[in-house]
């Protein structure tokens, strides 16, 4: 949904990472606070939506940080 991968995938291909060839080697993990209470509230799309944009600001603060 988000284009991202999810923690469970992080925690499972660390060990394969972690090799010389791959150093330095970076993770930026978060949470969104609120996001049960965006489900609850105003449903699972806009609970979705929220992730969707909190991913895309992820990826273009990545981008400009090259």
Do not use: Q, W
């Not at 978060?30 to 509230?41: A, F, M, W």
């Amino acid at each position: 949904m988000t284009g991202l991968y999810n923690r469970r995938y992080i925690e499972e291909s660390l060990n394969l990472m972690d090799s010389p060839e791959n150093l330095p080697l970076c993770f930026l993990m978060g949470d969104v606070n609120g996001l049960k209470i965006t489900n609850d509230v105003f449903s699972h799309v806009a609970g979705d939506n929220l992730l969707i944009s909190v991913a895309d600001n992820f990826k273009k603060s990545a981008e400009s940080a090259i």
